[in-house]
Every structure is written in structure tokens, then in C-alpha cells.
């Protein structure tokens, strides 16, 4: 009888790639996958470890799978991802329940961990940062019809709140050659929507080629066979060439949406955040993507609360947000991670302030999503077909402006429609954020 193993994967989509190359190579070594913890006797918890939230989340979900010791058949508790990268021993002194702690650096050598692992006993192993693979086979988590494309791993940006250079290590990344290889085996598979990301994706190539070569890349990608939808995330705006907009413009394959994480616009909180830009930069680049590419859908993440953060800087900040009037928006409160200059930088807001002023920005975007929202009553959107709402009686999906997990939904009737395909649809209404319509007849 072969041996059960499931997998709980947490944070990111370039996370959950990784997640997905694990689960790949354990199948490969003739493990049964099962979405059922309670069946397996091998549970690997792949965790984020970015922010405090996301941390709790990944040490209550280890506990979860762990009482499956108990109430299951679970004999081998391994845990990998950022967390695992990031406090490596700690986690073993600190929660006996974990049978093996995994570096990023050793996602290649799964197998023979969690065969260790299954014989006791608990033990850690971490290789360097630079081993992690970027490519490899995968058992994909999200529905056969879409799928993330890492097409770089790690960071050089230095931002100095974020942790993720020291966890992931700089910027690698992937050959354009094993990037494309990669999305013709997917859309062979049935995926019909690339989602491209990295930590930054308007660096992709710079380590290789000397350039960015995001551009040529997506050109390339929108040769692929059977792809409908490219759509572009983790773009920063100082990266944000005229050639990218360009290719953005002219391929119908790329969705008009970009997904372009700003932070803030004063220009002094950003130089504290050791990012560069501020109001003006930040207006042309938005001004400019809005001219190349018209119609764009842009999707941003702001940060409230950072060290130093007046009560001016984060009315100026709202001011900014209502001007633009992005139609998708995040709002983190800041956030101390261990090991990053911001850490221990002076000024520190008080956590019940920055979740205040989270609250109040977000309450003002909310507004501003709901009349984007209204603004498309009336309009005819392509929508992909995820599924059918049973309690609603509708079937529901994602337009071009709506990226998966993080975006709106369009609900809408139709006589019959299956997960992946396209359908038109007339919006008639909305319900708070999401889009109601019926489909057009054929």
C-alpha cells in the first residue's frame, strides 16, 4: 500500500509554485496525493513567513495538521517555505510536533526527506538559498483552466520593511527558453489563462541578459498555443518601460490589467522605505500606463503606519489614493519583521494607529471600487467561467479585470456553462464589489 500524503500550502503564488513542484516530485516517487489530512500519513505544510499574520497562520496551521497525530493516521509532520527558511532550528526547538524542518535550498531533495522523516527523528536541513529549483514539473493547486508562471525567484530591491530578500536571497532569474517550455506544457494541459509572476517581474532577465526582458517574454508567451489570457502581477512602477506598455497595447493576449504595488507616494516615507519615486513620479508613471494602454485595469498596494508616518503623510497618501481612483487596491498596516532596517527604525506608530488608518483608507477605497464597479453596468465583458453558486442559482467567473483569489467575481445566467470556458456576458447590476449579468446569446 502506497504511502498518503497531503499538503496544506500558505501566502503567495510564487509560494504555492513551489508548493506545487513538491507535490509533483512526491507523486513522481510514488506517493498517493490526497486532499484528505485525515488519510495521510505524511502532511507537508509549505508556509509563508512575510508578515506577523502570516506567520501566526502558518504556526496555527501546523498545529492543525499536527492533531491529525492523534485523530488521523499522520506520522510525519514536515514543514517548508519561508518560515522554515527564515527560523529554521527555532522551529524544531520550539514545536516538537515537527518531524522535519525544510529549507528552501533542499525543495529538491523532498523525497528523501520526507523518507527520513517517516523513520524519526526530527531533524532539520537547509541548503544554500541559490538551490532551490526554478523549474520543474508540477501538480497544479488551482483549477485546470488557469495558472501562475514563475518566471523569476528572489529579490534585489532591498525594501527595508520586507524580509524577503533574506529569506529567498537576490534576484535569479529563470531562461526565457525554460519559461516558454514551461507555459506550452501548461497550455497543453488545458491552461488557458498565465498569470506571470515573481517578486518582481519587471526585472526578469536583468541577471541573465544584462536588461530587462519582460517585454520580449511576454511577446514570446503570447505565441503559445492555446493561451487566451496573459495577465501580469508584481510590476514596479519605476520599472515600467514604454516598451512594456507597448507590448501591454499590442497583443490582445495580455488582459488590460497590471498589478503594480506603490506603498506610498510621499516622497520621504518611500526614501525611508528605501524605495524610490514619489507623488509626481508616481502620477506620470500612472498617467502614462493609462495612455498606452487605455482601459487598463490597475491594481496597487499601498502600506500605512511605517515608521515616521505623520498624520499629514497618511492624509496626503488618502488624497492620492482618491485622485487616482485605482479600481483594485490592498492596505497593509506596517508590519516589524526581525533582521530589516525598519525594524529598528525610530518612530514607531502605534499598532492600534496603523490599524486605524488602514480602516479609514480602505473604507474610502471601497467606495471608489463600488462606483468602478457601477461604471460597467451596462457593458459587454468576456468572462471566464470558474463555477456555479448553488444558494445564488448563478454561475460565476472572472473578467479580464479580475485577477484569481485576489479580485471580484462576475455572476451571471446562462443556459449552460462549464469551468473554462468564455462567455459574454451583459452586466445589469452589481453586488457590493462583484459584477451580476446574464450571458449573451450567441
Known sequence: MSIHVGMVSLGCPKNQVDGEQLLAKLAAAGYTVTGDPARAQVIVVNTCGFIESAKQEAINT????????????????????CLAERYRDELLREMPEIDAVVGIGQNGDIVSIVQKALQGPAFGCYGPKSDLPLAGERLLFSPSYWAYLKIAEGCSNRCAYCAIPAIRGPVRSRPMESVLAEAKQLAAGGVKELIVVAQDTTRYGEDLYGESRLPQLL???????????????????????????A???????????????????????????????????????????????????????????????TEQEFNELCEFIAQMRFPRLGCFAFSEEEGTPAAAMAGAIDPAVREHRRDILM?????????????????????LVEGFDEERG????????????IDGLVYFSARQAAPGDFVTVAITGTDALDLVGKEMDS
Not at 289 to 305: E, H, L, N, S, Y
Open 62 to 81: 501546523i498545529l492543525e495538521m499536527a492533531a491529525y497525530k492523534q485523530t488521523g493516521i499522520l506520522r510525519a509532520l514536515v514543514v517548508t517555505g
Open 219 to 245: 511577446e514570446s508567451l503570447c505565441a503559445v498555443e492555446g493561451v487566451r489570457w496573459i495577465r501580469l502581477l508584481y510590476a514596479y512602477p519605476e520599472r515600467v518601460t514604454p516598451q512594456l506598455l
Open 247 to 309: 507590448v501591454m497595447a499590442r497583443q490582445e493576449k495580455i488582459v488590460k490589467y497590471i498589478d503594480l504595488p506603490i506603498q506610498h507616494c510621499c516622497g520621504r516615507v518611500l526614501r525611508s522605505m528605501n524605495r524610490p519615486g514619489d507623488r509626481q513620479s508616481l502620477t506620470d508613471c500612472i498617467a502614462a500606463i493609462r495612455k498606452a494602454v487605455p482601459g487598463v485595469v490597475i491594481r496597487t498596494t499601498v502600506m500605512v503606519g511605517f515608521p515616521g508616518e
Open 363 to 383: 473604507q474610502q477605497q471601497t467606495r471608489i471600487m463600488e462606483q468602478a464597479a457601477a461604471a460597467r453596468v451596462g457593458q459587454h465583458l468576456t468572462v
Open 394 to 405: 448563478l454561475y460565476y467567473g472572472r473578467s479580464a479585470a479580475d485577477a484569481p483569489e
